[in-house]
T-cell receptor, first 111, second 114 residues
């Protein structure tokens, strides 16, 4: 089992819809959870991080964390074509400083 | 403030040659990471340093790979000898523990070994 698993994708949604991206992790001691966006040919950039159970909202983005289920998700409301990218989930486990990335989910938002 | 700076941005080399990738982390960051990204294997952590000390090199694929961090503002990843299967994008990244471990990536070094 991989340490961090994401929907294999690709995921395609129409413009204006809600995109839902999911991630599960295996280390119950994980403490910090991150969502990165990576455009084709570019480096990953941070969208959001979350540490506590529940929801965290930032503009059109909402991160949801459920530590009991070892599950973290990212919702993108009012999806735009500019949101088309690969989304990487990263988890910092008990090994201080080290974050493990999932394989990513590629999202396409169709106009 | 300058981000993570990597060089070279692109490198094409012949099999068997030595490749050296360089990285300057964000000033003040105490963690430095080397990642490799390929379509087949995704983003893999090769090695990371804390305060210039290597902490975990379990991701280094084999002895042909080595990394150093002689000071807080410079790190190298060396491949010797290089092989075609080493072709990938190599990202250097840094973070600051007290800022919640957000990792900031450089633009990557695109390596092609022919």
């Amino acid at each position: 089992q991989k340490e961090v698993e994401q929907n294999s994708g690709p995921l395609s949604v129409p413009e204006g819809a809600i995109a839902s991206l999911n991630c599960t992790y295996s280390d119950r001691g994980s403490q910090s959870f991150f969502w990165y966006r990576q455009y084709s040919g570019k480096s990953p950039e941070l969208i959001m991080f979350i540490y506590s159970n529940g929801d965290k909202e930032d503009g059109r983005f909402t991160a949801q964390l459920n530590k009991a289920s070892q599950y973290v998700s990212l919702l993108i409301r009012d999806s735009q074509p500019s949101d088309s990218a690969t989304y990487l989930c990263a988890v910092r486990g008990t090994n201080a400083g080290k974050s493990t990335f999932g394989d990513g989910t590629t999202l396409t938002v169709k106009p | 403030d300058a981000g993570v700076i990597q060089s070279p941005r692109h490198e094409v080399t012949e099999m068997g040659q030595e490749v050296t990738l360089r990285c300057k982390p964000i000033s003040g960051h105490d963690y430095l990471f080397w990642y490799r990204q390929t379509m087949m294997r995704g983003l893999e952590l090769l090695i990371y340093f804390n305060n210039n000390v290597p902490i975990d090199d379990s991701g280094m694929p084999e002895d042909r790979f080595s990394a150093k961090m002689p000071n807080a503002s410079f790190s190298t990843l060396k491949i010797q000898p290089s092989e075609p299967r080493d072709s990938a994008v190599y990202f250097c990244a840094s973070s600051l523990r007290s800022l919640g471990d957000t990792i900031y990536f450089g633009e990557g070094s695109w390596l092609t070994v022919v």
